[in-house]
């Protein structure tokens, strides 16, 4: 069984400071790992995924995320917000042996503040 | 631009009334594409893997004769909610991997509401 828990529904950060998503997944299998971004009114864009190459992933638009074993976690960071973050984040992680199958968090809404 | 197609954006019908959503890649052939419902404020949730030329497989607990997935062609996927009633309002998410490039895309959703 996989599933995903996002903490915070809401984030809000000033511009430029740290952005930092977080991202717990629990998979008796080893994981996929994901991030998604999504806009409003658009589709659910892929930031970034970790495959079982590097630990540290780094994705589009400055975001990298961390997989971290012994902490089932999967973190998203981004060191300077910029006001065109502003968007949802969804996690996400399926498997090896079901690569297309995802189970998703709840997402989480990134505020921006000028 | 848009590597999946939903249409339509937005629906509004009656309770009782049929409605047909279509889910189309764009530049790929996908024989597998995948269906996710969203309620407000809650995770998007598998709710079946659409398989070309073949029945759809569904997640436990998600009816099969309420939610008809039709997927005829590699690329065009179809999801009708049958008989729909205001529970069935929220909003539907397909997604088709592109197995050549190793990623899965999403549609931009359909916001269902039934009165």
């Known amino acids: 069984a996989q599933s995903v828990t996002q903490l915070g529904s809401h984030v809000s950060v000033s511009e430029g400071a740290l952005v930092l998503l977080r991202c717990n997944y629990s998979s008796s299998v080893p994981p996929y790992l994901f991030w998604y971004v999504q806009y409003p009114n658009q589709g659910l864009q892929l930031l970034l995924k970790y495959t079982s190459a590097a630990t540290l992933v780094k994705g589009i638009n400055g975001f990298e995320a961390e997989f971290k074993k012994s902490e089932t976690s999967f973190h998203l960071t981004k060191p300077s917000a910029h006001m065109s973050d502003a968007a949802e984040y969804f996690c996400a992680v399926s498997s090896r042996y079901n690569f297309n199958k995802f189970y998703f968090g709840s997402g989480t809404k990134l505020n921006v503040k000028p | 631009g848009a590597v999946v197609s939903q249409h339509p954006s937005w629906v509004i019908c009656k309770s009782g009334t049929s409605v047909k959503i279509e889910c189309r890649s764009l530049d790929f052939q996908a024989t597998t594409m995948f269906w996710y419902r969203q309620f407000p404020k809650q995770s998007l949730m598998l709710m079946a893997t659409?398989?070309?030329?073949?029945?759809?497989?569904?997640e436990q607990g998600v009816e099969k004769d309420k939610f008809l997935i039709n997927h005829a062609s590699l690329t065009l996927s179809t999801l009708t909610v049958t008989s729909a009633h205001p529970e069935d309002s929220s909003f539907y998410i397909c997604s088709a991997p592109d197995r050549g490039k190793n990623i899965q895309y999403f549609g931009a959703g359909t916001r269902l509401s039934v009165l």
């Open positions: 659409s398989n070309e030329g073949s029945k759809a497989t569904y």
